[in-house]
């Protein structure tokens, strides 16, 4: 699969050596797009994509300003699959990560010329009796950094796409029907890749733009793109 002009510059991928940022820099590659990845273990990255690519990989933190300018320089593009982990007690916990590093990793991406911001988060952010929530109040955090991605990134000539998945899940790409909705109503679960699918599709479907949308997976069919589901979106 090529590119064909849907989208040019480099993509910044952080988070890229989780389970759903692996899936989003595969995407991205079988698009032939372009992209960097931003991780916290040069290391890691080299031995999930190879030593060859050593070069692509920005070591560091949202946690730290410096190391967000160094990544986000000369990009166009941020997909961000980052959040805290709420199962390691050595963990940052989700107050720095998902609300204050995702503000300032928005407003130095902004303030860097970086045109699109895409965020990974989650369904029932908007639900603060979510069990979830017992785990230092995680999805309220992950709404507030979600709030200032909105709010950093509603300026003329820059565009943000928020996408709250379902349940993640292992599995390939294009083996399920999808639903897309809003309101923070949909239950259910999603396949990583699907969610990466999506998220690569939002740099230049116009649906996706400045629009935060909650998905996940419903009738196992056959797909050859993820695009028709964007319809689903006002």
């Known amino acids: 699969m090529t590119n ?4 040019g510059g480099t993509v910044l ?29 040069a290391t890691k990255a080299a031995n999930l994509f190879g030593l060859e690519n050593a070069d692509r990989y920005v070591s560091g933190s949202i946690e730290n300003p410096a190391d967000i300018e160094s990544a986000v320089s ?7 699959a980052i959040g805290a982990s709420v199962t390691d007690p050595e963990a940052p916990p989700p107050s720095l ?29 908007t639900k603060p009796e979510h069990p979830m929530n017992r785990y230092h109040d995680v999805l309220n955090m992950k709404l507030q950094g979600e709030n200032a991605i909105r ?17 993640l899940q292992d599995g390939e790409p294009f083996r ?6 809003t309101g923070d109503t949909l239950m259910g679960v999603i396949d990583r890749s699907d969610v990466a699918e ?35 979106l006002p």
Request: charged share 20%; net charge positive.
């Open 151 to 167: 709010s950093i990134y509603n300026e003329n000539g820059f565009t943000y796409t928020i996408l709250r998945p379902g349940g």
């Open 13 to 41: 991928v952080a988070g890229a050596t989780g389970r759903t940022g692996q899936w989003i820099v595969r995407r991205l590659q079988e698009y032939g797009l372009d992209c960097r990845l931003f991780v916290r273990s």
């Open 4 to 7: 064909n002009n849907r989208f």
């Open 97 to 125: 990560i998902d609300r204050d590093g995702m503000s300032t990793f928005a407003r130095i991406a902004r303030d860097n010329g970086v045109k699109k911001f895409i965020q990974v988060t989650s369904l029932a952010v």
């Open 74 to 80: 000369g990009c166009s593009a941020v997909i961000s």
């Open 176 to 181: 399920h029907c999808l639903q897309f909705g």
């Open 198 to 232: 999506t998220a690569v599709v939002s740099l230049w479907h116009p649906k996706a733009r400045n629009m935060t949308f909650e998905l996940i997976r419903s009738l196992p069919q056959a797909q050859s793109s993820v695009e028709p589901f964007f319809e689903q």
